[in-house]
Every structure is written in structure tokens, then in C-alpha cells.
């Protein structure tokens, strides 16, 4: 995910606006608490992702780390 907001290059934005569907809006969200990425985003859309409680769903295929997502 970094290396994506970082890429400014490209179009010139200091900041990236992210849209994230499903369990992909969880990526984002985890990026920007817990690497740093809040300062690199300026806007987070998100459509149809689980933000009450993700970690129920998820920890047979993520493991006990799941808690993390939690927000």
C-alpha cells in the first residue's frame, strides 16, 4: 500500500484519495493507523466494508492477529 501512495509522481498529489470494497477497505484503514499512512491519504471511501467487527469473520484465515483490525 505504500509504495502506491507514495507514487505522487505520477500525478503530481501530495496525498492519495483510496476507495476500498469489502475486505479491501480494511487494508487501507490498517495502513494508515499502523504504518503511517494517515499522513499520505486524503481521502478513504469505503463501500460495503465490515468495520464493526472484522476480526470475527476473518481469524480462520488470518489467525490471532486479527484482533489488530479491530478499530
Aim: aromatic share 4%; charged share 20%; net charge neutral.
Amino acid at each position: 500500500m505504500s509504495h502506491r501512495a507514495d507514487d505522487g509522481a505520477a500525478t503530481g498529489a501530495e496525498r492519495a484519495a483510496i476507495v476500498g470494497h469489502g475486505l479491501g477497505g480494511l487494508v487501507p484503514r490498517a495502513y494508515m493507523r499502523f504504518e503511517g499512512g494517515a499522513a499520505k491519504v486524503a481521502e478513504l471511501v469505503t463501500l460495503g466494508s465490515p468495520h464493526r467487527s472484522p476480526a470475527a469473520g476473518l481469524r480462520g484465515d488470518c489467525g490471532p492477529d486479527c484482533s489488530a483490525l479491530l478499530f
